[in-house]
């Protein structure tokens, strides 16, 4: 492959808004295009590297024996109705509506489809285990399209989807996704952190992800320093630094010495620090008192207080029943902070966030500020775990400028429910072995789940078991993005003169470099080329009427892991002598031409061997 | 590859809408299923056919140096109001808006995105001769979608584009692509018909349709008997059947024996078969006289009859300007029609339809039917050629009731414009070489295509030339439909049984029924299994638990090349056997088992060689 025909627009400016390693050398080393904000072409140098990855993904997968299918970019409309989720999707899916009037999806994610494909042929428990998958093209609305392909609105997704009869198929097929992915980012050379995730209003049966490492990261990954525990934020949980009470009669006898409960003035006292100074207390002695509106509630909340003659809606026939909205009363020990995700998970809630303050004042008959358990009905009470262990605290006393004091868990008031609901942070205990956890950013490049009855009952998905018996399959899904992980692989293989691509990603093996394109130089150029390719190595000879400083520059900037220096001066030796230089080191090696294919060759090969262990 | 591990679920019924082959038989041989009317999924049997229509493809352009790249499925629309086409599109285009109301589409060809990244990096003629292409997802908002994917609504096209800075540089690419489209439809053992095409409002610079045979074919072709002329109906011309005269004077001269013309009374006639019984003569006899409204013409009009204070527009910065709205009248021979296409090709006009009633007799004060040229002022004639070697003719006479006769061209009147616009048809002559035309139904597979400047001027795409002077590139596009080509090769290639699939695009290349997958059957068929995957054979093995013929049907059904049936019977012998067949042929063949692999590879190498050389 000659670089005068091929196009590689390299660049040396860099664009005004590509602060991230990757998406600046992407986009100078002529890789992508940006088309509009979250769109963008890859062009011949990127789309090498791009297949690259999705030959080593589809390998993995069909070794696990998924098979690979190709829907539609475009879907009907029609199946995230049945599922419930043509709502919950919200404005970050892309809709359209054709000619007829028919709603139309420009995927953002392929449960639906592939459920309803399978739907149509799954007939017997002999089909099972089915797994699925696709590379193709998605779309998402993100509302800040950012840090090139790390972020686009357009992007190309692996998304696998599996159908079994029982619990154990399914932890099988999740194991061996998991392996797959495992696998797939070593082939990559990328190190990535696989973490515990939150499953969603799914219930917690289970979920990883796995993160590289970001400083731009959405995620928060909490981390042990000694031993393997790793989840993301909206999952971790960590080792209390209290004891709980075994239950509820315990924390109540826990308490018997605490004096009476007892209000206080507290006037002009907004926050929970006004407080502390005006108590000279710690924020540890508090009770937050959150009240939080969640909507298309999963729990049953049939027998929880102040909600029995809430509405109860089936978005689909076959859908789970959801309560369209509810309110809930979250209680928190004052230094922590509720985390959302778990909240959401322990709701099974599509949505929540805290309530607006006409209903807080509803609720609590108070203005917001002064919320409090003791006293409070008409709606449930979701009490934090570190709660429980809280003997002699303060409160909201649920009346304007009027607090509690010596109010006592167990004895003046108890929960709906008890659960973990704090954010873990940095500092805090690892579940696990108690070390002290720390925090990472991080960016998601895949992510396993298993999603159960979700789609396959509100979709009507069914087969005959051994006794002719009519089943619902369990489900899992599994996506890998591949723009991302191939930018995430650019971050973690770069240094300041361009990327240097591991050797099973890169777009081509070797880069030869005449230092001028003519005479002996050329022919030894062309040779080495030839050789190189009956070799089966991918090359690309530099031959621009250019400076060597120039190709030497481009050369570094597109990262190909092998050069070959080609010069008169070598040529004129006894024996005519190539330089040799694997990109992201220092030294050139001086090599016989006519031995260096094999060379190079053998080293190609065994960095291939050690990636693709 | 076992069946029992493979996703192919075959069908012995056939959908309802299924009304052509290759739909039946995708559909039956599990290859494709529907996700919505026109919306189809390749399932693992069908996408792996797929995957070597690319490849192929593939091949083909990169040994003609194009080179591929991978711009977004959903494009901004402003590139589309740059090109002027955002609103030309119609409702074939499907259209979003995404959250912050940026318009976007799906879609449906690329010129204008890849126009769109060209013209960021294009700086030097020393880039050109650039083609690009993808192998990419499209949508086009069919009205019908049916016949399965040959007319889908999202459907996969590799479409390319090339640039250049002369036409004989544009004319070079554009023969290599002919060429490399004949050899990707020779390689899929398809036989085509590539025609002469309208070049649209583009002028003629030139356009070539690939065309395949089919009874549901949307376009009409006319074939030479005796020579190789093949042009699509709306292109094809014809050797006249008459002499048409040189010059204008020569038409008068030669009418100078006709009488003078006089008036007719043609009461009650409203036809031109009313008006030959009622002037006991033929309809060649006649000069009907249409009147046409055109939109968005491109021809200079400003020397035209009556158009001089016509409206003239820009639609973009840089694009050619338009007549919004004319209207010409319209001549030909009362035994001939008018071809649309050459005439909106003449007139290069965007859409163009007969004019409303109302606008007949504004235009030409008579009621509709006694429209003539004879004192036909206020709009330009445009003479079908035919017209012009009538010299003792009948026409409207512009009121009603009443038609001329004896009249005759260059006489009584002439025309603005003298063009070919006849519909040439079955019995017409070869305009190579006056052999009767015939006609056959064709459907379109691949389209070559000279655009010149039509999308490189409106966008402002431009180089420096040798001499350091901003030059304009020239263009060619150049589209194939896969889904298309893979469904007409199974119109071409099967039997009542099923598929009988060119070796090129075959899921796989033998498949194994073992009689009964047990015993020394099942280690026969499994060694013969790894024996030709050593040998790089793709095999499938039908270790399903049904009877024989359940098994023989479906392989016939899918079409895999090679069949291989291993039974005890031919085991037992001396040396053990299995049954060789060819799909498509009767013969089975024994031969040793030892040897069957080697004997397989050879047939198929044998098959592939015919079809790619």
Chains 1, 2 share one sequence.
Not at 60 to 87: C, H, L, Y
Not at 119 to 130: C, H, K, V
Not at 154 to 167: N, R, T, W
Not at 479 to 489: C, F, H, K, P
Request: hydrophobic share 40%; net charge negative; glycine share 8%.
């Amino acid at each position: 492959m000659k670089l005068t025909q091929t196009f590689i627009p390299t660049l040396r400016e860099v664009p005004a808004d590509a602060v991230i390693a990757s998406h600046r050398l992407m986009f100078r080393a002529g890789m992508i295009r940006k088309l509009a904000n979250g769109l963008f072409a890859y062009l011949p140098l990127g789309l090498r590297s791009l297949r690259k990855l999705e030959q080593i993904i589809r390998e993995e997968m069909d070794a696990i024996n998924a098979q690979e299918i190709k829907p539609t970019v475009v879907v009907p409309g029609e199946v995230w109705k049945e599922s419930g989720r043509w709502e919950a999707m919200g404005d970050a899916m892309l809709r359209a509506r054709n000619r007829l009037g028919v709603d139309l999806v420009v995927s953002p994610t392929a449960e639906e489809a592939v459920t309803a494909l399978v739907r149509d042929d799954l007939s017997s428990y002999r089909q099972l285990p089915l797994s699925l998958y696709q590379i193709n093209s998605k779309y998402r609305d993100e509302i800040r399209p950012r840090y090139g392909v790390m972020r686009g609105r357009e992007f190309i997704m692996k998304d696998a989807y599996s159908y079994h009869a029982d619990e154990e198929s399914l932890d099988k097929t999740y194991r061996d996704m998991g392996r797959a992915y495992r696998r797939v980012f070593r082939r990559c050379g990328l190190t990535v952190i696989p973490v515990q995730a939150d499953s969603g209003a799914m219930g917690g049966s289970g979920s990883e992800e796995f993160m590289v490492e970001s400083e731009i990261g959405d995620n928060t990954l909490l981390l042990c320093k000694s031993c393997d525990y790793a989840a993301n934020v909206e999952k971790a949980s960590c080792k209390p630094d209290f004891r709980p009470p075994p239950s509820v009669e315990a924390a109540r006898e826990a308490s018997s010495s605490t004096p009476a409960t007892e209000i206080i003035d507290t006037p002009s006292v907004k926050t929970i620090g006004d407080l502390c100074v005006f108590l000279k207390t710690s924020a540890k002695n508090f009770i937050k008192t959150l009240i939080y509106r969640a909507v298309n509630v999963e729990l049953d909340l049939s027998a929880a207080p102040g909600c029995a003659s809430l509405e109860r809606r089936r978005p689909a026939p076959g859908a789970p029943e959801l309560y369209p909205e509810a309110f809930f009363a979250v209680l928190i020990r004052g230094d922590l902070d509720v985390n959302e995700a778990k909240l959401a998970a322990t709701l099974k809630a599509g949505e929540l966030a805290l309530a607006a303050d006409t209903d807080v004042e509803r609720l609590t008959g108070a203005p917001v500020g002064f919320a409090g358990p003791v006293g409070l009905t008409g709606l449930p009470i979701i009490v934090d775990q570190t709660v429980t262990a809280m003997g002699d605290a303060v409160t909201g006393a649920l009346a304007k400028d009027q607090h509690y004091r010596h109010v006592a868990y167990g004895r003046d008031f108890t929960g709906w429910l008890v659960q973990d609901i704090r954010t873990v942070k940095d500092g805090d205990l690892c579940p696990h072995c108690g070390t002290s956890l720390y925090e990472k950013k991080g960016n998601e490049l895949g992510h396993i789940f298993k999603l159960g009855y979700k789609y396959t009952r509100p979709m009507n998905v069914s087969y005959l078991d051994e006794h002719g018996k009519t089943q619902t399959p369990t489900m899992g899904s599994y996506g890998i993005g591949l723009d991302r992980t191939l930018a995430s692989v650019i971050e973690e293989h770069h240094d300041e003169n361009g990327i240097i691509w591991p050797v099973t990603l890169a777009p081509c093996h070797v880069i030869i470099v005449p230092v001028k394109y003519n005479g002996a130089v050329k022919t030894t150029a062309d040779t080495l080329e030839k050789e190189l390719e009956q070799l089966g190595l991918e090359v690309l000879v530099d031959d621009r009427d250019e400076r060597p400083g120039v190709k030497f520059k481009d050369a570094d900037l597109i990262g190909i892991p092998f050069r070959v220096v080609v010069g008169d001066k070598n040529l004129t030796a006894s024996t005519p002598q190539v330089e040799i230089r694997r990109r992201g080191k220092v030294e050139n090696r001086l090599v016989s031409a006519a031995a260096a294919a094999q060379e190079l060759a053998a080293m190609l090969r065994a960095e291939l061997a050690a990636l693709n262990a």
